[in-house]
């Protein structure tokens, strides 16, 4: 779904840690052909002129909870009564729809730390959502369904910035118990809300690559 006129956006800059207090605020003001008008961008409650070229990443909300992302980047500024900036207007394939408690799942191979009170490792994810993740566990480290487990997700953003996400999580599902490769599949039950976002910033970053491979 398009935003529309007057629909708020908020971006994250790619080139800064994806922390909430980076988080800028605009409001649309005029849609073009090929960009939209926004007004200047909001941070902590003070205006920002981003860098020209600066790649973003944007999504705005529906009132029922649901949530469209796309990337975007500047194109630059129309200085008029009211200062604007231009940024890029997404194709129709490169918005992704999010709705309120189900969250885009990619394939991903990130380092995870898994942890409860009988054991300690680390393993590679297979997937990746904002409600969850899959991993690969041996049999040196049996798990159990519905077994309560912690640990910390390692993102690596495009920006170059990194970032170590806790998670408390139960597990949903266990394949091929036995056989030293097991699928392990946890639902996060205890993450902070900025620390979802992060993920699900993660999450659309590898989508992008994948449909611009």
Not at 61 to 70: L, N, Q
Request: aromatic share 8%; with cysteine; glycine share 6%.
């Amino acid at each position: 779904m398009y935003p529309k006129t007057n629909d708020m956006l908020f971006m994250q800059p790619v080139s800064m840690e994806a922390k909430p207090e980076n988080e800028h605020r605009s409001r649309i003001s005029e849609i073009e052909d090929n960009s939209l008008l926004v007004e200047l961008p909001l941070r902590a409650g003070r205006m920002s002129r981003l860098r020209l070229g600066e790649e973003l990443s944007v999504y705005h909300m529906t009132e029922d909870g649901v949530k469209y992302y796309f990337t975007s980047h500047v194109l630059g500024y129309h200085d008029d009564a009211i200062p604007l900036m231009r940024i890029s207007k997404p194709l129709p394939e490169d918005i992704s729809k999010v709705q309120r408690r189900h969250y885009l799942r990619v394939p991903a191979q990130v380092e995870i730390a898994v942890q409860s009170p009988d054991f300690h490792f680390t393993a590679v994810t297979s997937d990746l959502s904002g409600g969850g993740l899959s991993f690969t566990a041996s049999d040196n480290h049996p798990l159990r369904m519905n077994e309560q487990v912690d640990g910390w997700i390692l993102l690596a953003y495009k920006s170059g910035s990194v970032d170590h996400v806790p998670f408390g999580g139960e597990v949903m599902r266990v394949k091929e118990p036995g056989t030293g490769r097991n699928t392990v599949s946890v639902q996060f039950n205890e993450i902070a809300d900025t620390e979802r976002q992060k993920v699900i910033r993660y999450c659309f970053e590898r989508q992008l690559d994948f449909r611009n491979r």
